[in-house]
């Protein structure tokens, strides 16, 4: 049964789905977020930070292109399998959530088995993709996946899922240096940390939405954890991010104007720690989705620095 507070609900009504598409085609886009790409856009953007970090040649923009867009493309794929994999695993604690109650699983709209088949089809999707890179690229890729299946469990556990999620949505810093590079370098493993502080603090902001259905329900959270902390927290962990991101950068040897860039992005981080209502979940659901503009101030800034060496 649906819940009938549905402006708690994390699925927009009126939209292009409900206007344009068959009513049996709109579960399954509902199901993998496609209608709400924020996350596609958080898990693609740490592998173009690494492919504009590791490539050497600015001059072959073709391979700079074919490689964002295959990471775009299974980006998008794999974030919607990952959905997939969330949602049936959380089906009978997201009916209990009033963001989460309309999900298409929780609202007995598709059964776990159907949800489980687009899921494997997705991943045959993404594999395809997957298999255009070179083998250390295919074997680290592979290997992300258990991650993927631990992360929707965890939140039963600690009050750390936000951690697993990070380690989890950043590999691809490590998967875009290593499929334009050819190995794994240590400037990778900088971005990827960084990359991980960075979801720790978004993820955190994002958990603020559900905090007190949470309680109710039993799951856990960095946003239970530190909620008498909040904006402390989120100071550190932007801040450490920063750090990283300029350790990064420092590393490959970029251009002053990346330092210019990611003061700007700096700024940001900052904008979203003072001005966050961690009372308001629209407020909260906006500072979250503003971590695409966060994304793309980081992309340009190494895109400037190297462009101007």
């Known amino acids: 049964m649906k819940n009938e507070n549905n402006h708690a609900s994390d699925i927009p009504r009126k939209d292009w789905v409900e206007k344009l598409l068959p009513n049996h085609i709109q579960p399954y886009i509902r199901l993998s977020r496609i209608d709400r790409p924020t996350g596609a856009w958080l898990l693609l953007f740490p592998c173009w930070w690494s492919?504009?970090?590791?490539?050497?040649?600015?001059?072959?923009?073709?391979?700079?292109l074919n490689l964002f867009i295959l990471f775009l493309f299974g980006a998008i794929i794999m974030r919607a399998a990952?959905?997939?994999?969330?949602?049936?695993?959380?089906?009978?604690?997201?009916?209990?959530?009033?963001?989460?109650?309309?999900?298409?699983?929780?609202?007995?709209?598709?059964?776990?088995?159907q949800a489980s088949i687009f899921m494997i089809s997705l991943c045959g999707l993404g594999l395809i993709i997957l298999l255009q890179f070179n083998k250390l690229t295919i074997y680290f890729?592979?290997?992300?996946?258990?991650?993927?299946?631990?992360?929707?469990?965890?939140?039963?556990?600690?009050?750390?899922?936000?951690?697993i999620l990070g380690f989890?949505?950043?590999?691809?810093?490590?998967?875009?240096?290593?499929?334009?590079?050819?190995e794994l370098q240590a400037p990778a493993v900088v971005l990827y940390a960084a990359g991980i502080f960075w979801t720790l603090g978004y993820d955190t902001?994002?958990?603020?939405?559900d905090i007190n259905d949470d309680v109710k329900v039993g799951i856990k959270s960095l946003a239970l954890k530190f909620q008498n902390n909040i904006h402390l927290f989120l100071c550190f962990v932007f801040t450490i991010t920063i750090i990283l991101m300029l350790m990064?950068?420092?590393?490959?040897?970029?251009?002053?104007?990346?330092y210019f860039g990611i003061s700007i992005t700096a700024i940001h981080a900052i904008w979203q720690v003072c001005t966050i209502n961690i009372n308001d979940p629209l407020d909260c659901l906006k500072k979250f989705k503003s971590n695409q503009v966060f994304s793309w101030l980081f992309l340009l800034s190494i895109i400037f620095g190297k462009i101007s060496i």
């Not at 600015?58 to 391979?63: G, L, S």
């Not at 993927?148 to 951690?163: A, D, E, G, H």
């Not at 989890?168 to 050819?182: Q, V």
């Not at 902001?205 to 939405?209: D, E, K, V």
Request: hydrophobic content about 50%; overall charge positive.
């Open 248 to 258: 990064a950068g420092y590393m490959v040897n970029l251009h002053w104007l990346f």
């Open 168 to 182: 989890t949505f950043n590999w691809g810093a490590l998967l875009g240096w290593i499929a334009t590079a050819g």
């Open 141 to 163: 890729g592979l290997a992300s996946i258990i991650l993927v299946i631990i992360y929707p469990l965890t939140k039963r556990f600690t009050y750390w899922p936000q951690l």
């Open 82 to 113: 990952g959905c997939c994999l969330n949602d049936i695993f959380d089906h009978k604690l997201d009916a209990h959530v009033a963001r989460t109650s309309n999900r298409p699983i929780a609202a007995k709209l598709i059964t776990v088995k």
């Open 51 to 64: 492919v504009a970090l590791a490539i050497k040649d600015w001059n072959n923009i073709t391979e700079l």
């Open 205 to 209: 902001i994002y958990a603020l939405q």
